[in-house]
T-cell receptor, first 116, second 115 residues
Framework: DGGITQSPKYLFRKEGQNVTLSCEQN?????MYWYRQDPGQGLRLIYY???????QKGDIAEGYSVSREKKESFPLTVTSAQKNPTAFYLC???????????????FGAGSRLTVL | DAKTTQPPSMDCAEGRAANLPCNHS???????VYWYRQIHSQGPQYIIH???NNETNEMASLIITEDRKSSTLILPHATLRDTAVYYC????????????????FGQGTILTVHP
């Protein structure tokens, strides 16, 4: 079945450590996204990538980094510079061309990061 | 993108229709209305989208008013598994070549389906 796989599902880290969240998709989608969700809040866009080897900052990119070396993969690194990293992280993908279906995102199950 | 307004919460009895409203009075002519839902601790799930005609799929129906300033998502026979946060999002399908799919998820409506 086609879909998005995020790992790990739960992650604990100590302050000052970088962590990398994995996101893999087999939907042949060009565009991929990382969102962050805090308790009781909506989703906020961290980074997005429309094509391989290109990515753009979203609304809250500070303290995060990404790479897009392969179409299928879009890992997110939460660096020690992120002041409040404890959150639920969601990866998504979509097609990337001008039509209404481009805003139909497929999401992964999420990764919950807790900083101790 | 046009801003949307949704009630913070709604209740519905199991087996009855759930009608979730969304106000988007500043919507422009090329903007679509999208609905997603998020069940607790899961990723959001796409439900349906439309431009100006009413739409129906296996999950729900979307009714858009003639002036397009508001819409209603209808779950015809709500079940307990439909308890979730429902997000109404307005977004253009023509992003001018910059990006598609950059969606703004607000607080949404918490729908609680009870027995």
């Amino acid at each position: 079945d086609g879909g998005i796989t995020q790992s790990p599902k739960y992650l604990f880290r100590k302050e000052g450590q970088n962590v990398t969240l994995s996101c893999e998709q087999n939907l042949n989608h060009d565009a991929m996204y990382w969102y962050r969700q805090d308790p009781g809040q909506g989703l906020r866009l961290i980074y997005y990538s429309q094509i391989v080897n290109d990515f753009q900052k979203g609304d809250i990119a500070e303290g995060y980094s990404v790479s897009r070396e392969k179409k299928e993969s879009f890992p997110l690194t939460v660096t020690s510079a992120q002041k409040n990293p404890t959150a639920f992280y969601l990866c998504a993908s979509s097609i990337n061309r001008e039509y209404s279906g481009a805003n139909v995102l497929t999401f992964g199950a999420g990764s919950r990061l807790t900083v101790l | 993108d046009a801003k949307t307004t949704q009630p913070p919460s709604m209740d519905c009895a199991e087996g009855r229709a759930a009608n979730l409203p969304c106000n988007h009075s500043t919507i422009s002519g090329n903007e679509y209305v999208y609905w997603y839902r998020q069940i607790h601790s899961q990723g959001p799930q796409y439900i349906i989208h439309g431009l100006k005609n009413n739409e129906t799929n296996e999950m729900a129906s979307l009714i858009i008013t003639e002036d397009r300033k508001s819409s209603t998502l209808i779950l015809p026979h709500a079940t307990l598994r439909d308890t979730a946060v429902y997000y109404c999002i307005v977004r253009s399908a023509n992003a001018g070549g910059t990006s598609y799919g950059k969606l703004t998820f607000g607080q949404g409506t918490i729908l609680t389906v009870h027995p």
